[in-house]
């Protein structure tokens, strides 16, 4: 089930990072990847899903560390509520965006769109991943 609570939390987070902190490129791209920390993400320029991990410091963020790696997936499937790689994910959070609109303010706008337009957000979370690349052109145009 989608948790429109947390998106909204990820919506108000995103508005505090500094654009050039900020690409789907890669979860976290650390400038010094020996100090690469999830919680402390030092300087990092990271996409929605790097930045979002920090939301949620309260659970046991162990059950998704792995020696030199992080599972995001299973990460954002517990936060959000919907699958990784599901056409919603892909919507929110893909790395495709990189070439259509790799912005902060344009995640920000399909945050804001999927929670103004639900029945699209529930559409997407029951749809296997049949997506190809010019559906992110389409997607854009929903929200730009």
Not at 55 to 84: A, C, P, Q, R
Request: charged share 30%.
């Amino acid at each position: 089930m989608i948790n429109y609570e947390n998106l909204k939390r990820a919506k108000e987070l995103l508005k505090t990072i500094p654009e050039d902190r900020f690409s789907m490129d890669d979860f976290i791209t650390c400038k010094n990847p020996d100090l690469q920390d999830v919680l402390n993400p030092c300087d990092s320029v990271c996409c929605v899903i790097g930045h979002c991990v920090v939301l949620d410091i309260e659970t046991n963020l162990k059950k998704y560390s792995y020696s030199y790696s992080f599972d995001y997936g299973g990460w954002s499937y517990s936060f959000f509520g919907f699958e990784y790689d599901s056409d919603l994910w892909n919507f929110l959070f893909s790395e495709i965006w990189v070439y259509v609109d790799n912005t902060l303010k344009g995640a920000i706008k399909r945050i804001e769109y999927v929670l103004n337009n639900r029945d699209f957000a529930k559409k997407l979370d029951n749809t296997p991943n049949i997506i190809d690349d010019s559906d992110y052109k389409e997607w854009y145009k929903l929200y730009k």
